[in-house]
């Protein structure tokens, strides 16, 4: 499968820590994206990295991309209850701009 | 338009038959996506539209779904003979061009009873 890994599965933590999810990945790309769902539905965008990048901030959220290793982060720092939603990193293969998700990692931020 | 949109939300059909799933993409927007996810897993690549390229079906499950996107427009994805394992909430995406972020719809929630 091309499809991206993502661990942790899942991710519980408290308010106020920060979150970590990684993505791994298989062949070269162009970018990697991040996308955030809750409750099952659409999904929205947070933020792309292309290849010759390696960090990127929006925000509380921090992106890192080791193109040598294949792998991808997410921070998401000082976490608030609002940011328990399922995280999928997103790549295009060079496929033609095709987008494959990963499986996600469903993070649950506790008050 | 404001966003993608997509019809109907839900959608209970009986087994055997035929759906039509319809996905209108913010205007503009050349690349159009659609995946399928079933509860508490991933989204599955189903087909993409780019342009007047030929569409990647390459993620179509059978030959039972197609889809097409006319005058780079709007698109349907349609289920003929519709199974239990086809419920599912199928989402459309679209994107202004390739590499870039995508902009997904609610979904369309499929159940085939």
């Known amino acids: 499968s091309q499809q991206g890994e993502e661990d942790p599965q ?3 933590i408290q308010e106020g820590e920060n979150a970590t999810m990684n993505c791994s990945y298989k062949t070269s790309i162009n970018n990697l994206q991040w996308y955030r769902q809750n409750s099952g539905r659409g999904l929205v965008h947070l933020i792309l990295i292309r290849s010759n990048e390696r960090e990127k901030h929006s925000g ?4 890192t991309l080791d193109t040598s290793k294949k792998s991808s982060s997410l921070l998401i720092t000082a976490s608030r209850a609002a940011d328990t939603a399922s995280y999928f990193c997103a790549t295009d293969y060079n496929q033609g701009g ?3 998700f990963g499986q996600g990692t469903e993070l649950s931020v506790k008050p | 338009g404001a966003g993608v949109s ?3 939300s839900n959608k209970v059909t009986e087994k055997g038959k035929d759906v039509e799933l319809r996905c209108d993409p913010i205007s503009g927007h050349t690349a159009l996506y659609w995946y399928r996810q079933s509860l508490g897993q991933g989204l599955e690549f189903l087909i993409y539209f780019q342009g007047n390229s030929a569409p990647d079906k390459s993620g179509l499950p059978s030959d039972r779904f197609s889809a097409e996107r006319t005058g780079g427009s709007v698109s349907t994805l349609t289920i003929q003979r519709t199974q239990q394992e086809d419920s599912a ?4 995406a679209s994107s202004l061009g390739i590499l870039t972020e995508a ?3 609610q979904g369309t929630r499929l159940t085939v009873v």
Not at chain 2, 89 to 92: A, D, F, G, I
């Open chain 1, 98 to 100: 095709k987008l494959i």
């Open chain 2, 103 to 105: 902009f997904f719809g």
């Open chain 2, 89 to 92: 909430v199928y989402l459309c």
């Open chain 2, 6 to 8: 997509q019809s109907p």
């Open chain 1, 10 to 12: 899942a991710l519980s």
């Open chain 1, 60 to 63: 509380r959220l921090r992106v």
